[in-house]
């Protein structure tokens, strides 16, 4: 039989542990996890530390110190890492996206499309925007359509990959008609349907290391991962990104971001109630 914890064990975080904790996580992910935050810390690690036989969060800090970066520190950062999302969340990109499409498909000879989901969680954005391109432009189809989607943590790529979602999941921003049509039952969830995973590619990636060769996007969404990053960090991603976004290309950010004071490169534009941003002059 396996040890018992108490969960009063695996709750408190000293001030130097959470220094600790707080340097790992910013020179790893370029997340800032603010003073007043050890709620959040104790509440994510101490899983950790249970599955982990440790105990408690200080033994599994103590353990962690005087180690190289291993596979236990990448499990902290992405326990620390938000994955918060849904479905259709904010909906008006998705909404934006039959009058965007248009507009960058002209621009190519081929026609073709190549969208990238740079901070995919568990992959609710990735399917919503393939599920938008099936049912507004049921004719791009691979070899013609070509999505990415990435993610900082491995354990949210595989979840991505698998597809399987619960029933409160799924009924978080997608309509039933649209479970319906792509989605099969699978135990007690749902899991997306092949021809729609097939569509997409998923690789972890982390956006603060060099990135590696990637096509020229017509589409990206970055949404809500930027608001986590410092000033420099944000004009990095940026930089790198005017590598690899079309001179067509479009870029939508979450509702609470803006380029702004980033990287005066970019200009925004508005399709119907929707935000995005392209480099200037390029339009």
């Known amino acids: 039989m396996g040890r018992v914890f108490s969960p009063e064990t695996l709750m408190a975080i000293s001030a130097a542990d959470f220094a600790y904790i707080q340097k790992l996580l910013l020179e790893r992910s370029a997340i800032v996890l603010a003073g007043g935050k050890e709620y959040l810390a104790e509440s ?4 950790v530390a249970r599955d982990e036989g440790f105990g408690s969060i200080d033994r599994l800090v103590a353990h962690l110190r005087p180690l190289a970066f291993n596979g236990l520190h990448q499990k902290v950062v ?3 890492t938000t994955n918060e999302t849904s479905f259709f969340r904010d909906v008006v990109p998705f909404k934006a996206l039959k009058h965007v499409i248009p507009l960058v498909q002209a621009k190519r000879a081929d026609r073709c499309l190549t969208v990238w989901s740079a901070a995919c969680s568990s992959g609710q954005e990735p399917y919503s925007i393939v599920i938008t391109l099936r049912e507004e432009f049921a004719e791009l189809i691979a070899p013609r359509l070509r999505i990415l989607a990435t993610d900082l943590s491995t354990e949210m790529v595989g979840r991505a990959q698998k597809a399987t979602y619960t029933q409160i999941e799924v009924g978080r921003g997608l309509a039933p008609p649209l479970l319906a049509k792509y989605f099969e039952r699978q135990g007690n969830g749902w899991q997306v349907k092949e021809a729609l995973r097939r569509q997409i590619e998923f690789r972890a990636m982390n ?7 990637l096509p020229q996007f017509d589409i990206v969404f970055l949404r809500n991962v930027l608001i986590y990053f410092d000033l420099s960090t944000k004009k990095e991603v940026f930089a790198k990104l005017r590598s690899v976004l079309a001179p067509h290309g479009v870029v939508f950010l979450g509702s609470s971001e803006t380029t702004h ?4 490169a970019f200009e925004r534009v508005e399709f119907e109630k929707a935000t995005c941003y392209r480099l200037r002059g390029r339009g």
Request: no cysteine; glycine share 6%; proline share 17%.
């Open 44 to 47: 994510r690690l101490g899983p």
């Open 207 to 213: 956006l603060i290391e060099p990135w590696p060769s």
């Open 78 to 80: 992405e326990a620390l």
């Open 261 to 264: 004071n980033v990287d005066d």
